[in-house]
């Protein structure tokens, strides 16, 4: 075992041989947009993008399906599974099997199995002072389908954000090889400040974070403002609360940098020297967001994870 439990990372890691190293996950969830093909979609990059987070390629992938079948018609779950096995072949690999239940509620996602060399796994452990931290998609997935659900959007919105939320993270991770990372993680349900903590935490350090610098989509703050934020991301700005050093940002900005997110971008730490050549790496494979958020610290006595927010969500918001 080369990466385990101990450190919350995104996937397991273990050696295979003296050069390569399997690299393995799941993830699956209930539906977060009405169109089950891009459900498949999303939910299939969603998994994914553990693996791309370890600095590792997928080799191939199982199903996991739980479908009320006697109380939906077939055709819904055939189109989830061909949004998931079209998304998986764009990531250069097929599905090879899976497992399925009769459930009340329909939920799908997948397990993924990769490689990588030993010597180019990319954990949440490795940040280290003085290191500067990119994120690679807008955040404020959670947010904005919420709104779909509640018809606070329209559903001529809803193509914009399965397009974010299916993006694979394979062009971040590229980047990531290419320009030499020293810690990453993927993005998703505990939001950006739930996991830049579990890094830092892993990594034994603090961070100190541009607020004006996050990417993120405008439309949320304004939805957040008039309380449509999904129950998840109320938690996690409720786990943030003590660990992180909030300054004068007011709630609704608080709760966008909380938000739960699905299928979000990487985050990633690296050595100033290599931001540069990381940023123009991604921004050529047409990675959504190549963002320079904030640096990692010392943590200075003070216990590790702790986040220092500095300035006001804006500057980075995308239409």
Request: with cysteine; hydrophobic share 45%.
């Amino acid at each position: 075992m080369l990466v385990g439990s101990a450190t919350s990372d995104d996937a397991a890691v273990f050696a295979w041989d003296a050069d390569t190293a399997l690299v393995q996950t799941l993830d699956f969830f209930t539906p977060v947009v009405d169109d089950p093909w891009s459900f498949g979609q999303v939910a299939a990059a969603n998994a994914l993008s553990d693996i791309y987070a370890m600095g590792a390629e997928p080799l191939w992938a199982l199903n996991i399906v739980a479908f009320p079948a006697k109380k939906l018609p077939l055709e819904i779950l055939s189109d989830i599974l061909r949004g998931g096995s079209d998304k998986v072949g764009e990531a250069g690999i097929a599905v090879l099997g899976g497992h399925s239940i009769d459930d009340p509620e329909p939920k799908y996602g997948l397990v993924v199995t990769g490689r990588v060399r030993r010597d180019r796994v990319v954990t949440n452990a490795g940040a280290r002072p003085g290191d500067v931290l990119v994120l690679t998609k807008p955040l404020g997935s959670g947010i904005f389908t919420t709104a779909l659900k509640r018809d606070l959007l329209g559903p001529e919105h809803e193509p914009r954000i399965v397009a974010i939320m299916a993006a694979l993270n394979r062009s971040a991770a590229e980047a990531m090889a290419e320009s030499g990372a020293h810690a990453a993680t993927d993005v998703t349900g505990y939001g950006l400040l739930g996991h830049m903590h579990t890094l830092l935490v892993a990594s034994g350090v603090g961070a100190e974070v541009d607020t004006a610098a996050v990417p993120f989509l405008a439309e949320v703050l304004d939805l957040a403002g008039r309380g449509c934020v999904p129950g998840g991301s109320h938690a996690n700005r409720r786990f943030a609360e003590s660990r992180v050093e909030w300054g004068t940002l007011p709630e609704p900005e608080r709760l966008v940098l909380a938000d739960a997110q699905t299928s979000g971008g990487l985050l990633v730490a690296l050595p100033e020297d290599r931001v540069e050549r990381f940023v123009a790496a991604a921004a050529a494979r047409g990675t959504l967001a190549q963002a320079v958020i904030g640096r990692v610290v010392a943590s200075g006595g003070a216990p590790a994870g702790r986040i220092r927010l500095a300035g006001r969500l804006g500057g980075g918001a995308l239409r």
